[in-house]
């Protein structure tokens, strides 16, 4: 590192318009060796100070605290670090120059030399004026190339508080966490909190830059982070500095002290947005609600995916029908029949609960599969979804719910009492509540040989679908297991960033984003029925948390749209845009109406137009969705604009259904 002695330094401080008494006294312990102390601090009125380290070794980013609480006692004792990929070791880059921008905004700068190569860096540090956040824009370069060395980037040192972080799809409330490299973020960072939320932090990269970018040294970015050894740190570069590039990758910090779900990630997300003047891409114009309903009513008619009496398989080329979504589709096609006087949706309505209670147990439980083709274990009626085995919860509440939903719509339409429809529905749902685990939650998934049940998780279907069950059965005891369900989801679910287990092909701890708009679905629901301005609160916080999955803006080397597009899934990455099991579109209309938040309005017609986009508007699968709208970082290793298979079944329903109930097509 370059060196300065104590007299340069307090002129260069001098002429910088810094010198005050405190500065002055750090200075002189400096001098007599002994402990370090903060001589600049950076103050807002949102609560938020930095108190920059300046010791005898130079300068560093030193504490930031919210409201009095810094984040770690620990002081940062650098500007960045440089790490040997090879053997770990951390050499930090002190400051030894200090320029003052105006009396939130400073740059601190310093240089080394490392294995030969002059590292030169700086870090311009800006608080906002009013809010609490705070803008650290790290930039450094080499003389030469250097070889074996990557950059790291935090904002705090280790102290005493017990941190997890959250990192959609790869870590949900994980005291570890090593993403190599960066890639299908929503928002490009991190959300970093402890275990009672007395501080939240989002430490991410800046949306509005070139960031992640896979064509670029920006698709080396890593990010790692152990609770009580590893700060949260972006490490970049791959050891492969170039003597050509001057590199710079904005970083900002958001944070709350709220200390519970609603209110910090409001604060956290709102805030994000107006730092960022996030704003929603309404050019997006595919087709009309109209048109894109008559797409896949005349490609439906015909689709090859159609097994008469049983259902549509899954999607392209699979050798099942997931036959706990039949009730669901029936409900569709008979709001088809409803619509379009066509006694061919009537008749699959009715030939797919049909074939479904052909699958229910004698427990009461429905099977989910049939597998018209044998695939390993799989065979005829069974719970095989892939390669996870077991009853699905969650799954059967979805298919009761539809039996019942289509149920009372024929017999209002056309006073016809289907009771064996209505009593297989009664005897899953009695299965169902028997399996309420201790802590209040249901298990996504229990053995079929044992009974042994999962851990809990979200059961977003369930949330919804029982308050819905109740009133048209009349049997409060659902009511009440719906209420069970949303203290567990309180205290389990939205207190700990931790949204798991919508996807029933996948294990019970699978970090989704679908479940989140089943959680908004339910806060409204609820504040419909109760007036209780709390469930409108929870439902606009969920709405906000969802923006993290999504990905911000158009990404630059892809074609297709990205901005609120999602990775899929945990195991499963690449960029989608369709419900799962949920009414994301209508929850955004309804939102808008009940907030009059006109970000809510531009989401719901941008997700409406990206779900038009994956239509397929040909052949033998016309009518169909795709399962994605893009593959950013080439994860399915076929192009960056793959979209994979169509999808007759589900996700055709989930969007149609919107569409028709929210009045848009006729």
Not at 49 to 70: D, F, H
Not at 97 to 124: W, Y
Not at 478 to 483: D, P, R
Not at 563 to 592: M, P, T, W
Request: contains cysteine; glycine residues 8%.
């Amino acid at each position: 590192m370059a060196s300065r002695d104590n007299k340069s330094r307090r002129s260069f401080i001098k002429k910088a318009g810094l010198v005050n008494a405190g500065l002055v006294l750090g200075l002189q312990l400096r001098s007599s060796n002994k402990n370090p102390t903060s001589d600049l601090r950076l103050t807002n009125v949102a609560g938020i100070k930095i108190e920059l380290l300046n010791s005898a070794n130079g300068l560093g980013l030193g504490t930031i605290s919210l409201n009095g609480q810094k984040l770690e006692s620990l002081p940062m004792e650098g500007i960045m670090f440089l790490r040997n990929i090879a053997n770990g070791e951390i050499r930090w880059l002190k400051g030894d120059e200090l320029k003052q921008i105006n009396p939130r905004n400073v740059i601190l700068s310093g240089s080394m030399v490392v294995d030969g190569v002059t590292f030169a860096g700086k870090l311009e540090i800006a608080v906002d004026e009013t809010l609490a956040a705070i803008r650290l824009t790290p930039s450094w370069s080499v003389s030469h190339d250097l070889q074996g060395w990557e950059i790291g980037l935090t904002y705090q040192n280790w102290g005493s508080r017990d941190w997890r972080v959250q990192s959609y799809p790869f870590a949900g409330n994980s005291e570890k966490v090593t993403i190599t490299p960066m890639r299908y973020c929503g928002i490009p960072g991190v959300l970093v909190y402890d275990q009672e939320l007395s501080l939240t932090v989002l430490f991410a990269l800046d949306s509005q830059s070139d960031y992640l970018n896979p064509t670029t040294w920006k698709g080396k970015t890593n990010f790692v982070f152990e609770n009580g050894k590893t700060p949260p740190q972006f490490l970049i570069g791959g050891g492969n500095l170039s003597a050509k590039t001057d590199y710079q990758l904005p970083l900002q910090l958001f944070l709350s002290d709220a200390g519970s779900f609603t209110p910090t990630i409001s604060e956290i997300m709102r805030t994000w947005m107006r730092v960022n003047e996030y704003k929603v891409d309404t050019s997006l114009h595919v087709r009309s609600p109209q048109e894109a309903f008559d797409l896949a009513v005349t490609g439906r008619r015909n689709m090859r995916s159609w097994r008469p009496g049983c259902g549509y398989e899954h999607h392209k080329d699979t050798p099942f029908i997931y036959i706990a979504n039949n009730p669901y589709i029936a409900y569709f096609e008979y709001l088809l029949f409803g619509i379009t006087k066509e006694k061919i949706w009537r008749d699959r309505a009715f030939e797919q609960i049909d074939f479904l209670l052909k699958g229910q147990q004698e427990s009461g439980v429905f099977h989910t599969c049939w597998y018209f083709k044998k695939l390993k274990n799989a065979d005829s009626f069974c719970s095989w979804d892939w390669d996870h085995d077991g009853y699905k919860v969650d799954m059967n509440l979805w298919a009761s719910r539809y039996i019942l939903q289509t149920w009372q719509l024929l017999k209002e339409k056309e006073g016809i009492d289907r009771q064996d429809w209505y009593n297989a529905a009664i005897r899953s749902l009695s299965w169902i509540v028997a399996q309420q685990n201790p802590d209040g939650g249901l298990p996504q998934v229990v053995e079929i040989n044992t009974g042994k049940k999962s851990q809990s998780v979200v059961m977003a279907r369930s949330l919804v679908g029982f308050p819905i069950i109740a009133k048209i059965t009349g049997d409060e005891r659902y009511l009440k297991l719906s209420l069970d369900l949303e203290k567990f989801l309180r205290k389990n679910v939205e207190n700990k960033f931790w949204y798991t287990g919508m996807h029933p092909d996948l294990p019970p701890g699978d970090f989704e984003q679908d479940s989140i708009y089943g959680v908004v679905e339910y806060w409204l629901d609820k504040y419909d029925r109760t007036g209780e301005k709390e469930c409108l609160d929870h439902a606009e916080a969920n709405a906000f948390y969802a923006l993290l999955y999504w990905c911000p803006t158009q990404l630059n080397w892809v074609k297709n749209p990205t901005q609120c597009a999602h990775s899929e899934q945990q195991n499963f990455n690449q960029y989608s845009v369709y419900n799962y099991g949920n009414r994301k579109i209508q929850c955004l209309d309804r939102l808008y109406k009940k907030t009059k938040n006109p970000l809510f309005e531009s989401l719901k017609n941008r997700v409406i137009q990206l779900n038009f986009f994956t239509q397929v508007t040909e052949g033998a699968y016309r009518g169909a969705v795709t399962e994605a709208i893009a593959d950013p970082w080439l994860e399915r290793e076929d192009g960056f604009e793959y979209q994979g298979n169509p999808y007759t079944s589900e996700l055709v329903a989930d969007l149609m259904i919107q569409l028709i109930e929210l009045g848009l097509v006729k």
